[in-house]
Structures are given as C-alpha cells and as structure tokens.
C-alpha cells in the first residue's frame, strides 16, 4: 500500500501562507490534492498539517486530516521525514500500514500523469527501494565555480574537464521536487526519502519543473501555469 504524503506546515517567511495562498484562482495546495487523487496507485491522500487553515481548506475538498502536525516536526529545523515517519506511526495506532510513501510538495503545482506513471514503472519493474524525479541541469556542474574574497575565480573541477567538448560531457541532472517514493523501511532507516537502491524518471517540461521558494517564483511560475491553461484559439 502507497501512502501519498502533502507536507503543508502552516509557517512560511518568504510567502507567507503559501499553501492556502491564490495560485492561479485556487489555494496553491489544491493543485497538488486534486494530483494526488488522480493517481490510481496512490491508495490514500494525506495532508501533514500543523495549520487549522490548511486543514480547513483540504477537508473542503473532501480530504479528512486525522491528525495534526507536532511543533516538534513542525519547526523551522525539522525535516519533512520526521514529519512522514510521525504520520505513518499516528496511522499505525489506527491500524493502518503502508509499504511506501508518496511526498508531493505543494510547492510543485503541477504534474504529469506519465512521470508517476514512469515512476510505478520503476518501482514494479526493478524492485528498487527508491524513486524520485529530477530535471536536466541547463549549465552543467563542470562548468561551475566560486569566488574568492576579492573576487578572485576558483573552478570545482580540473580544466581537463572544463574543456571538454559538449558532445563528451555527461548529461546532468538535479532533483527537482515532483516525486519522491519510498519504501517505508528505507525512510524508517536513513530518516529520508531518498536511500537504498534509488532510480530517477527525468521530467523535461520546464513547468513541472517549477519549485516556488520565492516571491518571484511565485510570479513566474503563475504566469508559466497560465500560460499552459490558456485555451488554444
């Protein structure tokens, strides 16, 4: 059985209430209920909350919240794996068990349905323990550098690779947010969503690629939405 975890934690400082705040004509969470919903597999929705706003809204949809959020799991500090494996042990005194887990950050709005397709593919096909989704890096890591104090350039990797031509570089990639499904032990285990023999679906569409951490995030990833939803004349 696959638990579909949403992480909403009512305290946010660089949007605040962003998760009940109006995406696109919607709190931002629905986005992200209404996917979950529509996965097949995913045999139970459940919101992780410490917010009565966010339960508010969620259980408007139909989305019952058993159970609140610690303050423990809900600080600044906490990770969002101490947040799943208290909802999975607060299940657990219900009765209810789960092999893995789903997260869906609502910070991703939207979803495709082949990437969870791609990803139960995986997990059936492989037996692996892990599957998350990641996106292909536009400038890639050999290329990347810091700067000294007074400004000076210092490279992470030799120029041997730095002059390679693009055609010998190997593809690149970075987690991107949208997928992550574990296996219980393994998150039970490592205390992450991301251990044992873990595989990765690659998402090319530059808008489920989205990741709202900032205001201007925020704005971009409205528009690029907007954008797709636009009807074609």
């Known amino acids: ?20 705040k109006d995406f696109c004509g919607r709190p931002l969470i629905c986005w992200t209920v209404d996917f979950a919903r529509s ?4 045999d139970h929705v459940h919101v992780s909350t410490d917010c009565s706003d966010v339960r ?11 159970f609140m959020r610690s303050a423990a ?5 906490a990770s969002t794996a101490s947040a799943i494996i208290e909802s999975l042990d607060q299940f657990a005194e219900l009765g209810q068990y789960f092999d893995f887990v789903a997260l869906l950050q609502p910070t991703t709005p939207w979803r495709q349905q082949v990437r969870w397709l791609e990803a139960s593919n ?12 990641v996106a292909p890096l536009r400038h890639h890591p050999w290329h990347a550098l810091t700067l000294g104090d007074g400004g000076e350039i210092n490279y992470f990797f030799d120029e041997q ?25 393994v998150i039970r285990s490592t205390q992450s969503m991301i251990g044992g023999d873990c595989k990765a679906v690659i998402c090319r569409n530059p808008v489920e690629n989205i990741d709202i951490d900032l205001p201007e995030d925020w704005i971009e990833a409205e528009a690029a939405l907007e954008h797709l939803l636009k009807p074609r004349i």
């Not at 508010?56 to 058993?66: H, K, L, T």
């Not at 693009?166 to 947010?177: E, F, I, R």
């Open 39 to 42: 996965v097949d597999y995913l």
């Open 73 to 77: 799991t809900s600080s600044d500090t």
């Open 1 to 20: 059985r696959i638990l579909a975890v949403i992480p909403a934690r009512g305290g946010s400082k660089r949007i605040p209430n962003k998760n009940i």
């Open 161 to 185: 690779l730095r002059q390679s031509r693009s055609q010998d570089t190997p593809a690149a990639y970075s987690l991107n947010g949208s997928i992550y499904i574990s296996r219980v032990s």
């Open 56 to 66: 508010s809204v969620v259980e408007g949809m139909g989305i019952e919240v058993p």
């Open 122 to 133: 995986l997990l059936v096909g492989t037996g692996c323990d892990t599957v998350v989704s």
